[in-house]
């Protein structure tokens, strides 16, 4: 989880195999990692897939086409 999270705070867009490289691990771990980030309990803002507040981090991903999504991480602060 650390070395997905640590790869993504940099906000540049990653595909699943550039991860792969990146972290260890196979693609399926990190697309679960990769959910697991969006969770509030690993500091997200989604709890069962809908957004529960307005702080922490969100994982965004772009089709790119040919079967190929690329993710990057958005962090979020509430604006007062």
């Given at each position: ?8 705070k ?5 595909s699943?195999?550039q991860?792969?490289?990146a972290?260890?691990?196979g693609e ?31 994982i ?14 958005v ?6």
């Amino acid at each position: 989880m650390d070395r997905v999270h640590g790869a993504l705070k940099d906000g540049r867009k990653w595909s699943l195999s550039q991860l792969k490289e990146a972290c260890g691990g196979g693609e399926a771990s990190i697309s679960a990692r990769l959910r697991n980030l969006k969770d509030v309990r690993w500091g997200g803002n989604h709890e069962r897939g809908v957004r529960v507040r307005e702080t922490g981090h969100d994982i965004e991903k772009e089709f790119v086409g040919n079967g190929l999504w690329l993710y990057w991480m958005v962090e979020r602060e509430c604006e007062l």
